[in-house]
Each structure stands twice: as structure tokens, then as C-alpha cells.
């Protein structure tokens, strides 16, 4: 019961109630289904027969196959087919190309694609740094990447996993070699530095400077 408490989603809920219309809040019907595939997720190619075995997926047990004649997508189902990978794989693949969806909101309305220790390329004790785990996150769409900011030798920030033995970066070759060229490669949609900020006043200023000299 706790394992299945703490896989609970319940800002989905929402969702459910709003796709189930003949059983309202209850279940959703493979039509209801297909509808919400089709017009929200923007799946237009996907079949009823395709909803039908969605429904099948999550509800039905092999043994209970010959004894259904009705489907219907309970909250549980629902809920699971959201959490899982399938419901990335029903929609075109092409349309993961294509930005359709209103992008004038308020940047908190979006869930944003973001990089952890973006330069760790290994463990967070040992591992090397490195200006290519900025680049391969860049280039593969992320919008937040992460810089732990350290006072550097010669009044120079460092990037490094603080108190570690990882092995350290300067943060204007981060910025000069990495984001500057890489941000807006792969999307034109605004890049967040998240700053993890260790670093004395002295090197504080010195980071501003390299951002206005570097970005601009």
C-alpha cells in the first residue's frame, strides 16, 4: 500500500475527470480515450483498436480476457499508463519535432527539460568535469544547466562538485566554450543558468564580469 501511495499522482486526477464523461470521474471509455489522444495529445493517427489495447494493457489479466465485453480505463489504469513509457510511445514520433504547443506563457507554466552536476561526466566523488557534459546537455534540448561556483586560484571562479575529489573547471571556459556557442544550437527558447553559488564577493564580481564579457 505504501509503494502504490507514494507512485500516486493525484494533479492527474484532474486530467481523469476531465477525459471521463459517461462514467464521470470513474472511467474513461475507449472512445473518450481515443479522444483525448487524439485532440489533446495531438495523436492523430491513433486507431479505437489502439485504445482498445491501451485499456487491454492496463486492466485486463490474461484470464480475465474472454470475460470482458466492455473496456473501460479506470483511474488506477489511467494513472499507470500515464507513469509509464508507453504513453511517450503512442504519439508520432514527428511530432516530437514540431513545437505546437503556446509557448507566450509565463516561463513557470512549463515544465522545463534540466541537468544535474551538468558537469560531472561520471560519480559525484571521483569523476572528471568536464565542458562536454555542458555541450551534449545543450545539444540535447536541456534548458537548465547547472554551475557549482567556487573560488578559483588566481581570483578565478571554479566549477567542481564542492568538497569532493572531482577535478575542476574554469567558469569562464564553461561560458566561453560551452554556453555561449551551445545554448541556442539545438532551440531558441532561453537557457537557465542555475548558479550554485560558493564563491567570496571578490570572485562574486568576477563572475559578473566574465557573464557580461562572455554572454553579453
Known amino acids: 500500500k505504501f509503494y502504490h501511495r507514494v507512485l500516486s499522482r493525484p494533479m492527474l486526477f484532474d486530467v481523469f475527470e476531465s477525459i471521463s464523461k459517461k462514467y464521470k470521474g470513474l472511467a474513461?471509455?475507449?472512445?473518450?480515450?481515443?479522444?483525448?489522444?487524439?485532440?489533446?495529445?495531438?495523436?492523430?493517427?491513433i486507431t479505437l483498436e489502439e485504445c482498445d489495447n491501451i485499456i487491454k494493457d492496463y486492466e485486463i489479466k490474461?484470464?480475465?480476457?474472454m470475460e470482458i465485453k466492455h473496456l473501460y480505463l479506470s483511474w488506477k489504469?489511467?494513472?499507470?499508463?500515464?507513469?509509464?513509457?508507453?504513453?511517450?510511445?503512442?504519439?508520432?514520433?514527428?511530432?516530437?519535432?514540431?513545437v505546437y504547443q503556446d509557448m507566450t506563457r509565463p516561463l513557470c507554466d512549463y515544465f522545463i527539460n534540466t541537468s544535474h552536476n551538468t558537469y560531472l561526466i561520471g560519480n559525484q566523488i571521483t569523476s572528471d568535469s568536464s565542458i562536454d557534459g555542458y555541450i551534449r546537455a545543450l545539444t540535447g534540448g536541456c534548458r537548465c544547466v547547472e554551475l557549482d561556483c567556487w573560488d578559483g586560484p588566481d581570483g578565478d571562479p571554479i566549477i567542481y562538485h564542492g568538497w569532493?575529489?572531482?577535478?575542476?573547471?574554469?567558469?569562464?571556459?564553461?561560458?566561453?566554450?560551452?554556453?555561449?556557442?551551445?545554448s541556442f544550437l539545438k532551440?531558441?527558447?532561453?537557457?537557465?543558468?542555475?548558479?550554485?553559488?560558493?564563491?567570496?564577493?571578490e570572485q562574486q564580481d568576477r563572475m559578473a564580469e566574465h557573464m557580461i564579457n562572455i554572454l553579453g
Not at 513509457?85 to 514520433?93: C, G, Q
Open 164 to 182: 569532493t575529489l572531482t577535478s575542476k573547471l574554469l567558469l569562464k571556459d564553461v561560458l566561453m566554450d560551452a554556453i555561449k556557442p551551445y
Open 77 to 98: 489504469g489511467f494513472q499507470h499508463f500515464c507513469m509509464s513509457s508507453s504513453l511517450f510511445h503512442v504519439r508520432k514520433s514527428e511530432m516530437e519535432q514540431i
Open 62 to 65: 490474461d484470464t480475465e480476457k
Open 28 to 45: 474513461i471509455t475507449s472512445l473518450e480515450l481515443h479522444k483525448f489522444l487524439a485532440e489533446v495529445q495531438k495523436n492523430e493517427s
Open 187 to 201: 532551440s531558441p527558447y532561453p537557457v537557465i543558468l542555475s548558479i550554485e553559488n560558493h564563491c567570496s564577493p
